[in-house]
Nanobody
């Protein structure tokens, strides 16, 4: 059974940091592009960051402009895990964060290109 499970969401003050983790099971994550997405209340789900496969591609990363320089996506294919390190968090980063896998080694960082999703983890940035 293909499954992605996120963890690490929490309430944090502005300027703080969080590390989100995503554990994959039922398939080998290393062949596929992965991504982190978020959905704030009343808004559509949006891409945050994506990373192509290292095994079958070049491990290229992509970030949306609002998180560039603050967030870092990474993957540990030996552990079948992916991560999102979030630093200098802002209130506008508040959302449910989802990890996802695309069934191709590289893809555009858009929700429609990702076929397997986790259940989400809440990140709240507030003082």
């Amino acid at each position: 059974q293909v499954q992605l499970v996120e963890s690490g969401g929490d309430l944090v003050q502005p300027g703080g940091s969080l590390r989100l983790s995503c554990a994959a099971s039922g398939f080998s994550l290393d062949f596929y592009a992965v991504g982190w997405f978020r959905q704030a209340p009343g808004k559509e789900r949006e891409a945050v960051s994506c990373m192509s496969s290292i095994t079958n591609s070049d491990g290229n990363t992509y970030y949306i402009d609002p998180v560039k320089g603050r967030f870092t996506i990474s993957r540990d294919d030996d552990k079948n895990m992916m991560y999102l390190q979030m630093n200098n968090l802002k209130p506008e980063d508040t959302a449910v964060y989802y990890c996802a896998a695309a069934w191709t080694p590289e893809t555009q960082c858009l929700t429609s290109y990702f076929g397997s999703w986790g259940q989400g983890t809440q990140v709240t940035v507030s003082s």
